[in-house]
């Protein structure tokens, strides 16, 4: 961060009104950087913020300081807790951690059962996270989670393995022509088993509203309309998300599979392959998840509810749950 606005405790150093400020926000949320933070810095971080709170900061402690402490405690402590989030769990590993899977998902020549692994290792991964960054304020039930799981591994599945099927029994498609067209069968089953784990995990709030909130951050009630736009937009994120991760890379294999290089090279298609992935993963997370903010205001100024768009990947991570 090139220049640091004056600190304030639990809030980003961006204005959130605005996409480039969404933006740099989630850039510092997924910022993988934090996975090596040792002990001794994280507690050095938790105390500068407890004497901030405490109005007894020492000498010298700025504003940089303060903002990369909140940086440090909000990638690795669950807020409602106060426990440590497992690594490949947090926000900050979900590109690394994640990629593998992508990977996976996309390579070529898939069988029926490595079609089903990787979408119930994607969907497993996408489970962990959901659970591991859940809203702890308001305990769910683990049923709920499994609900949710279980929704989104059908879908993923069901529609994966029926396309392969389709796919594979249509004549009038050559070799080559059937191998793109399944290069691009993860998108609509990940897509769907985002939005299906979506309307499990959060049908409730249709009928019980979610919080509305005032400027001061204090719930003044419950809103089923906020509920409704909230659960949109949370779909429509998850549905847009895996768009540059699953789609991209084919495209951009099956022209760089077609160079003398990885020709005369095929061992380099899958290093290649990955690190495809891998910048696909990273320019679009960030991306997506900064289409709309965290908190929306609605029609009267003073009022505004959680949308709950939270983090999405080729999954269904969310921060908020």
Known sequence: MSEYVRFQHGKPPFDQNTFFGRLRHFLDVIDPSTLFVTEKRLQESLELLDCFKQGTLPPGATDAQLWQAQKIKQAIIHPDTGEKIPMPFRMSGFIPFGTPVVVGLLLPHQTLASTIFWQCLNQS????????????????????????????????????????????????????????????????????????????MRHSELSEGISVLDDSGNVVGTSKVAARHALLETALTRAVLPVPILILPPIIMSVLERLPLLQRRPRLVLPVHSLVCLAAFALALPLAISLFPQMSQGNHPPTEGRTGTGLSACSACSLEG
């Open 125 to 200: 991964h996408n489970a962990c996270v959901n659970y591991c960054n859940r809203n702890a304020s308001k305990p769910a039930p683990v049923s709920k989670f499994l609900e949710g799981y279980l929704g989104a591994v059908t879908s993923a599945v069901s529609i994966a393995v029926g396309l392969n099927v389709l796919v594979r029994r249509a004549r009038r498609l050559g070799p080559t022509t059937r191998l793109l067209v399944q290069r691009f069968i993860p998108f609509p089953a990940v897509a769907a088993a985002n939005v299906c784990n979506v309307v499990l």
